[in-house]
């Protein structure tokens, strides 16, 4: 884009030489065109002035600078310096023209000459201010690279950190899953003492009841008294089908009887 702007000024810088150009050819051929070359170049000076400021309040919208107001200043300074010389140079071409024409032409490099000068300070201007953005660019790209920087840091961080406390939970469900299979393992082994004591307590219940009950005691059966009773518990027979599984010689040994006596008893109790 400067370059672009620093070659339009210079365009109108080489249009302005042509005009003079031009103007000491028409000043050998006649004096009464010299006005409408007057014109002609003073309209180029506002063109080379109006591009120069829109050079400038361009620089100035994609890059704010204190600058910008000093430098349309100088431009107006500068321009209103060339228009003076401008008419002051016609003026002296017309009393000169009148003269010599060859004066003409010497008032006409000396012309060129500050418009040269000036517009090198323009440029030169010009090129400062690039510099100068171009600096402003290079240290807000710096900022911005470093801005990445340090977010991808951050984010790394981030993902550590996350990564970290997933793995913290991991290990707590797995011990907590851990303690849930011993303490279910407990449960299962408590319940199955508890079955096993329910089942001894019912077996004990029901041996209690059958020893107890008169149709499963032995005082069911005729000849058997309290001392036989007693013989015959101390040797495991205490209910009716505990005699029932016995055999005569067991029993009549047990209650020191004659065993067609504990056959009869047996008899009694498989009745």
Do not use: C
Not at 24 to 36: H, S
Not at 120 to 141: A, K, P
Not at 156 to 173: I, P, W
Request: charged share 30%; proline share 1%.
């Amino acid at each position: 884009m400067f370059d672009v702007q620093r070659t339009a000024v210079k365009q109108s810088q080489q249009l302005f030489k042509q005009g003079l150009s031009a103007q000491r050819n028409v000043d050998t051929m006649a004096l009464t065109g010299l006005k409408g070359q007057e014109s002609l170049q003073l309209q180029q000076l506002e063109l080379a002035q109006a591009v120069s400021h829109s050079y400038v309040s361009a620089t100035s919208a994609m890059f704010p600078s204190d600058e910008s107001s000093d430098t349309h200043r100088t431009i107006d300074e500068t321009f209103a310096g060339l228009k003076t010389t401008h008419a002051e140079f016609y003026e002296a071409l017309e009393r000169e023209l009148e003269r010599d024409v060859d004066s003409a032409a010497e008032l006409s490099d000396e012309f060129v000459e500050a418009l040269d000068e000036q517009i090198d300070q323009l440029l030169e201007m010009s090129r400062s201010i690039e510099d100068q953005t171009v600096e402003n660019v290079d240290g807000l790209s710096g900022q911005l690279h470093q801005q990445l920087e340090q977010t991808q840091e951050l984010q790394d961080q981030l993902e550590e950190q996350l990564e970290r406390q997933t793995g913290d939970v991991a290990d707590l469900l797995e011990r907590q899953a851990e303690q849930v299979e011993q303490f279910q393992a407990q449960l299962e082994e408590q319940a199955e003492q508890v079955t096993q004591q329910l089942r001894e307590e019912q077996q004990v219940e029901a041996e209690t009841k059958i020893r107890t009950d008169p149709e499963h005691t032995l005082e069911s059966v005729a000849g058997i008294d309290a001392d036989v009773r007693d013989q015959l518990s101390d040797a495991g027979i205490s209910t009716v089908d505990d005699l029932v599984r016995a055999d005569a010689e067991t029993v009549s040994e047990a209650a020191d009887v004659s065993e067609s006596e504990a056959e009869e008893w047996i008899e009694q109790a498989e009745a």
